[in-house]
């Protein structure tokens, strides 16, 4: 017998932390809501985000010569590690470019919204691995858990948090783990 399907995603560690707390009722609808911030954070710290503020801050007249700066974008994107957040942040660096943006508020709408690509797209992920290996009402359920989770998120708080990471340690924001025997599923 097998722990779940989390157990074969072929996802990071805490994307499979996420999948587990969406599947198992034993986690409440707030708990799978805190894991949520805790993957995106940790995905998203992987992604050039430095070379992509440089850009946005070094260029004043950034939107006189937008091509600038998507080439600027695109040589990153070039010289950086592929992975699904790095494509995302650069995706939505892009597209903020092209909205006429510029500076912070372009750091901070590209933030934001590769937040929300990279969920929707670990979700469809997440969505997929469960009906090819378990049954579909265990699909749905993890979906519609997972949309809950998706809807009650502060991207905003995300965004802010990654652009003023501060001091704290990178896993502070961890979601607590049930261990003892008196926290489980409220009654």
Known sequence: MSDG????????RHWKSLA???AKAAYSADQVRQTLPYALKKD??????DAVRKIFRGVPQGNLFPADCVAQLEAVRQGTRRSAASNALLDCAIQAVGNGLTGDAAFGATLENACKE???SAFRSLEEHYHREANAHDADYVRDRLDAARQQCDYKAIAAGLINPGKKPRDADRPPRQTDLDEGPAL
């Open 5 to 12: 399907p989390h157990r074969s995603l072929p996802m990071r």
């Open 20 to 22: 587990e707390r969406a």
């Open 44 to 49: 998203l710290r992987e992604a050039p985000l």
């Open 118 to 120: 990279h969920a929707r």
